[in-house]
């Protein structure tokens, strides 16, 4: 599966910005995808995942109540919506991939297929 991922920025704190990802070469129906994010000197960290099927989702900590996670099945493509963004969100955004869904997403190991990445900056 290939992954590309988009709309990465600048942007102040309070802000929004909006990830988008374009998936392709495999048949998705069973895959799980989602984002995961990795900051200087920091371990990666899981973001969200959305199960292909049935739309249900799953989110980090970190970002639970401010990002949405979304898909268009008909345009093959994964969105993340960032909104009330702080400082702390600023790291290299990366698309994710796993061939089935599971219940609990604790880490950002758990995918297994990854995009390049898009660069997010949020100002103070």
């Known amino acids: 599966v290939q992954l590309q991922a988009s709309g990465g920025g600048l942007v102040q704190a309070g802000g929004s910005l909006r990830l988008s990802c374009v998936v392709s070469?495999?048949?998705?129906?069973?895959?799980?995808l989602g984002w995961v994010r990795q900051a200087p000197g920091k371990e990666r960290e899981f973001v969200a995942a959305i199960r292909w099927s049935t739309g249900g989702t799953a989110y980090g900590r970190s970002v639970k109540g401010r990002f949405t996670i979304s898909r268009d099945r008909a345009k093959n493509t994964v969105y993340l919506q960032m909104n009330s963004l702080n400082p702390e969100d600023t790291s290299v955004y990366y698309c994710a991939a796993r061939s089935s869904w599971i219940v609990n997403w604790n880490s950002a190991s758990e995918f297994g297929y990854w995009g390049q990445g898009t660069q997010v900056t949020v100002s103070s």
């Open positions: 070469g495999d048949y998705l129906f069973n895959y799980a």
